[in-house]
């Protein structure tokens, strides 16, 4: 998926971050990776608190952290909501929505998280799972 605009949801793990690095690997120069956390803790303000500035530090230090080149760009956000939904939403225009795997199998069979699994059922753009580093797809 050579893309021009890729969604990438992230949540502070190794998977997430071996998906930006494959999300900014995969995107066009002068393509755009959107690195995005979701927020599913509302507070009365319903704006920026502590959970917030948190997720986005995070967000920050991955984007950081990921070797840039080749003209792509890295957008940083954090988003309000439940997390599948949320990024459903998001990649709804995009050419693409990568999410981390985390690498949980049980009885040798790999379980799927509910955000993926939502992503998967309700994406109307393609959606690429990668596996934390170090760890072979199933």
């Given amino acids: ?9 992230m949540d502070n793990s190794a998977a997430s971050a071996a998906a930006l690095e494959w999300a900014v690997g995969h995107t066009r120069a002068g393509g755009v ?7 599913g803790i509302r507070t ?14 995070r967000v920050h230090d991955a984007v950081t952290r990921v070797r840039l080149g080749g003209g792509v760009h890295v957008e940083e956000s954090v988003l309000d909501g ?3 939904p949320a990024l459903v939403e ?6 693409g929505l990568v999410l981390g ?12 998280g ?3 699994r939502h992503c998967l059922e309700h994406a109307l753009c393609p959606v690429v799972v990668v596996p934390a580093e170090g760890r072979r797809a199933a």
């Fill in 44 to 57: 009365p303000n319903g704006g920026a608190d502590v959970f917030h500035a948190i997720r986005s530090r």
């Fill in 82 to 84: 439940e997390p599948g």
């Fill in 90 to 95: 998001l990649a709804g225009g995009a050419d």
């Fill in 33 to 39: 990776v959107v690195a995005v956390s979701v927020c």
């Fill in 101 to 112: 795997r985390h690498g949980y199998s049980r009885g040798g069979v790999t379980v799927l």
């Fill in 114 to 116: 509910s955000v993926i």
């Fill in 1 to 9: 998926m050579e893309a021009g605009r890729i969604v990438v949801g």
